[in-house]
């Protein structure tokens, strides 16, 4: 498995972004997938999972401005950010976990893409 992401970019507070993680390979559709970012001098942390039967988990101060979603057709996995905050800096990680279900901690993730930077201006 393979992950690419897209979508980052410059976006004014109170602005929306969308992310999109394309995954190569066939197991894609019985995979947990999660977006995780990471700011400069800061810990990875999720932001956001989806098991492979469409149950989410947010990082709880996110849930109201961030949506996770996955088409499986396509597979993609897609990360809505809205309301964004200069805070939501960061470079935002797509995930693959193996197993249906979800998972909140990083090392449980054996596949992880190049990342994509979201800048958020104040």
């Known amino acids: 498995v393979q992950l690419v992401e897209s979508g980052g970019g410059l976006v004014q507070a109170g602005g929306s972004r969308n992310l999109s993680c394309l995954a190569s390979?066939?197991?894609?559709?019985?995979?947990?997938l999660g977006w995780f970012r990471q700011a400069p001098g800061k810990e990875r942390e999720l932001v956001a999972a989806?098991?492979?039967?469409?149950?989410?988990y947010y990082l709880d101060s996110l849930k109201d401005r961030f949506a996770i979603s996955r088409d499986n057709a396509e597979n993609t996995v897609y990360l809505q950010m809205s309301s964004l905050k200069p805070e939501d800096t960061a470079m935002y990680y797509c995930a693959y976990k193996p197993g249906l279900g979800l998972a909140s901690l990083p090392h449980l993730y054996t596949v992880w893409g190049q990342g994509t930077q979201v800048t958020v201006s104040s």
């Open positions: 390979g066939s197991l894609f559709s019985f995979a947990g």
């Open positions: 989806i098991s492979a039967g469409g149950h989410t």
